[in-house]
Every structure is written in C-alpha cells, then in structure tokens.
Antibody, heavy 118, light 107 residues
Framework: EVQLVESGGGLVQPGESLRLSCIAS????????MSWVRQAPGKGLEWVAN????????HFADSVEGRFTISRDNTKNSVYLQMNGLRDEDTAVYYC???????????WGQGALVTVSS | EIVLTQSPVRLSLSPGERATLSCRAS??????LAWYQQRPGQVPRLLIY???NRATGIPARFSGSGSGTDFTLTISSLEPEDFAVYYC?????????FGQGTKVEVK
C-alpha cells in the first residue's frame, strides 16, 4: 500500500524558516518524481515544487522560486521542502504527492499545516 | 503559465442527476489533463488522467473527454458521496497548474 506521511508543519512568524518532510512507503521511491502541492484555507490547489527521481530536475512555482528548495534522500525514502522567508500568503496545508508522470499526482499524503502569522 | 478555467464555479444538482463540468485551458495541453475530487475535509483524489483514463478504483460513472483546450468531466448519475469540489490539472508544461475548482452541491 502506497503511503505518504508529512511532518514538520507549525506556526512561524513572517520571515522565518520551516522544513517539511515526507516519508514514502509501499512503492519503489527511487523511480518516481515527487511534488509538493499546497492549499490555502478555503482556497484551491497550487502546485509548489517537484524533484526528479535522482534529486535533479527541480522545478518551482514562481510564487516560491528563490525562497523554497526541494530535496530528497533516497536512502530514507524521503522528500523535503525547505521554506525560507515565509510570508503570510504561504499559510496553507502542504501535501506531498507522488508524481507518476501519467498519471501525475496519483497518491497524496494527509498534509502538513503551515501557518505564517505574527 | 497555462491557465485553467473551470465552469461553472458551483453546480447544484440532486442525487441521480447527471453532472457536466468544464475545464478550458489558455493554450493547448494536448490530452495531458487530469481531474481530482476533494471531499470536505479530505485529501484530493485522482479521478481521471490524460483526459479519459480512470484512475485505479474510480467508478465507471466518472468519465472524461476533450482535447487541446476544452475538456469535460461527466458524472453520469450522482451518488451522495460525489458532492465535492473537482479540480482539473495540466501536466504538459511547467509550472503544473490547477483550475480554480467546481463545487458540486446538493440542490
């Protein structure tokens, strides 16, 4: 059974940093791209970042480019989202999603809530 | 960036009725369009990928069609658990983008 479990969410002040983690199980992690997708309270879905199976081929949404980085540790079946310079508008539930190409986001984690507020 | 516009924003129907949801892209996405369902308080779930392919475990009452810039998700006969928000998403280009969603609500 495919499982994705996020952790690391919390309450931070504007300008601070936070690192989200996602541990994957139930599939061959090293053969899949992975993405982060977020959802602000009461809003729709926004793709944030994506990383290739080998840790290369990274892509970011314009809204987070230069502030967020994505990485992975294939020895730990984990993908990370380092978020720096957080803003109020980054407040959202952040989902880790498996990127199967076709289909793309076929499995999602339960999400990690990030709240940015002073 | 490819912008996806979904219509209508809200769709009020009764159980057993047919639902037709639309997604229009600002430029061609070929057939690389997916649909997701999000029930209240739940995680998004993949329904349809590459326009018309049902994801694993998705009932046959869900079907997708279209190509290029115009796509449709059809629910042939609404079940109580189908009242939810539906999003389309394109994978042909970066950044991957979602539509703003269509809420299917009980009339």
């Amino acid at each position: 059974e495919v499982q994705l479990v996020e952790s690391g969410g919390g309450l931070v002040q504007p300008g601070e940093s936070l690192r989200l983690s996602c541990i994957a199980s139930g599939f061959t992690f090293t053969t899949f791209r992975m993405s982060w997708v977020r959802q602000a309270p009461g809003k729709g879905l926004e793709w944030v970042a994506n990383i290739g199976p080998d840790g290369y081929g990274k892509h970011f949404a314009d809204s987070v480019e230069g502030r967020f980085t994505i990485s992975r540790d294939n020895t730990k079946n984990s993908v990370y989202l380092q978020m720096n310079g957080l803003r109020d508008e980054d407040t959202a539930v952040y989902y880790c999603a498996r990127d199967g190409g076709a289909p793309q986001f076929d499995y999602w984690g339960q999400g990690a809530l990030v709240t940015v507020s002073s | 960036e490819i912008v996806l516009t979904q219509s209508p924003v809200r769709l009020s129907l009764s159980p057993g009725e047919r639902a037709t949801l639309s997604c229009r892209a600002s430029q061609s996405v070929g057939s690389q369009l997916a649909w997701y369902q999000q029930r209240p308080g739940q995680v998004p779930r993949l329904l349809i990928y590459d326009t018309s392919n049902r994801a694993t475990g998705i009932p046959a009452r869900f079907s997708g069609s279209g190509s290029g810039t115009d796509f449709t998700l059809t629910i042939s006969s609404l079940e109580p658990e189908d009242f939810a928000v539906y999003y389309c998403q394109q994978r042909i280009d970066w950044p991957k983008t979602f539509g703003q969603g269509t809420k299917v609500e009980v009339k």
